[in-house]
C-alpha cells in the first residue's frame, strides 16, 4: 500500500499520473464502501470516480494524511446523499 503522503504529494506535482497511483491504491476500498451504501454495483463505480475527481480538486485541503481514506470516504458519502437528495426531489415532483 503506498503512503497518502506519497499520492497527495504527486497529484501535487503531476495530476495525471498522481490521478493513476489515487485510483490504483483507493478504487477498490472506495467502490466497495460505496456499494455498501447503495447495493448497485454501477452506481457504487459511477460515485467512486466522482468521488476521485473531487479529491483531485480537493487535494489542497487534505490536511492529515493519516486520515486519507476517512477524507475520501467523507467526500465519497456527500456524493452519495446529493445524488440520492436530488433523486428523492424528483420523484417527489412526479407526484405533484
Do not use: Q
Not at 451504501?37 to 493519516?66: P, Q, W, Y
Amino acid at each position: 500500500m503506498d503512503d497518502p503522503e506519497n499520492i497527495v504529494e504527486l497529484i501535487r506535482k503531476d495530476r495525471m499520473k498522481g490521478a493513476i497511483r489515487l485510483v490504483a491504491e483507493y478504487k477498490d476500498r472506495i467502490v466497495y464502501a460505496a456499494y455498501s451504501l447503495c447495493r448497485d454495483m454501477e452506481f457504487a463505480e459511477d460515485l467512486a470516480m466522482c468521488t476521485f475527481e473531487s479529491v483531485i480538486d480537493k487535494i489542497g485541503t487534505c490536511r492529515n494524511h493519516e486520515a486519507f481514506f476517512s477524507w475520501m470516504y467523507s467526500i465519497m458519502l456527500n456524493h452519495y446523499r446529493k445524488t440520492v437528495r436530488g433523486a428523492s426531489r424528483t420523484a417527489w415532483s412526479r407526484r405533484g
